[in-house]
């Protein structure tokens, strides 16, 4: 069984640039989530998808960050315009469905630096 | 306000012996315990959880065990053996069973198994 994907694997722009991160969940999950891990911490849930809604994207700085899940499927998170702060290891990840006991699968990351 | 700690920012054990990691928490709303284990490069990988209905749950040479009087969750391997050498993370959720699977990590305990 295919993992979670992500690309791109690391990232490197200048603050006040725009960049795109994209993911592709495990065939048949339903619930697609993207967590910000800052060197040092753990991860910290941004946004969280059930099919192409969400569920909860409380901790989303929407002023900068977007989301969206097409189709129910694959997804992006978008920084426009980045800052120095959001510099960190952006994961994805998804489970068969929110609720339970389902254990979350993690992809890789991208690691994002912003200078 | 961290919710979920883990104190020890990393643990140094012998081929062969027990490794302890330890995991406090402040939120007593918390129902659902997960451990992940994260090597360099890589997304955190599940390992094992409970729920707070247990205090107990073992699985091959991984326990955790739950003490929710002082709202504190322990890992023990035994034995430990070098590969498993990696960041663990805690972590904890209100919602068992419920529409949402939100996760709160801890900052995680780098553990070295040396041979």
């Known amino acids: 069984e295919a993992g979670v994907a992500q690309s791109p694997r690391y990232k490197i722009i200048e603050k006040r640039q725009s960049v795109a991160f994209w993911c592709n969940p495990i065939s048949g999950h339903a619930t697609l989530y993207w967590y910000q891990q800052i060197l040092g911490q753990g991860p910290k849930l941004l946004i969280q998808?059930?099919?192409?809604?969400?569920?909860?994207d409380s901790q989303l700085p929407k002023d900068r960050f977007s989301a969206e899940r097409l189709k129910g499927v694959d997804s992006t998170l978008k920084i426009q315009p980045a800052k120095l702060e959001d510099s960190a290891v952006y994961l994805c990840?998804?489970?068969?469905?929110?609720?339970?006991?389902?254990?979350?699968?993690f992809g890789p990351g991208t690691r994002l630096t912003v200078t | 306000d961290q919710q979920v700690k883990q104190n020890s920012p990393s643990l140094s054990v012998q081929e062969g012996r027990i490794s302890i990691l330890n995991c406090d928490y402040t939120?007593?709303?918390?129902?659902?315990f997960l451990w992940y284990k994260k090597y360099p490069a890589e997304g955190p990988t599940f390992l094992i959880s409970?729920?707070?209905?247990?205090d107990k749950n073992e699985d091959g040479r991984f326990t955790v065990f739950l003490n929710k009087s002082a709202k504190h969750l322990s890992l023990h391997i035994v034995p430990s053996q070098p590969g498993d050498s990696a960041v663990y993370f805690c972590?904890?959720?209100?919602?068992?069973?419920?529409?949402?699977?939100?996760?709160?990590f801890g900052t995680g305990t780098l553990l070295a198994v040396q041979p």
């Open positions: 990840a998804s489970s068969l469905t929110s609720g339970g006991a389902y254990e979350q699968y």
């Open positions: 409970i729920s707070s209905i247990k």
């Open positions: 998808f059930q099919n192409n809604g969400v569920v909860d």
């Open positions: 939120n007593s709303m918390f129902d659902y």
């Open positions: 972590a904890a959720s209100t919602n068992y069973g419920g529409a949402t699977n939100k996760l709160i």
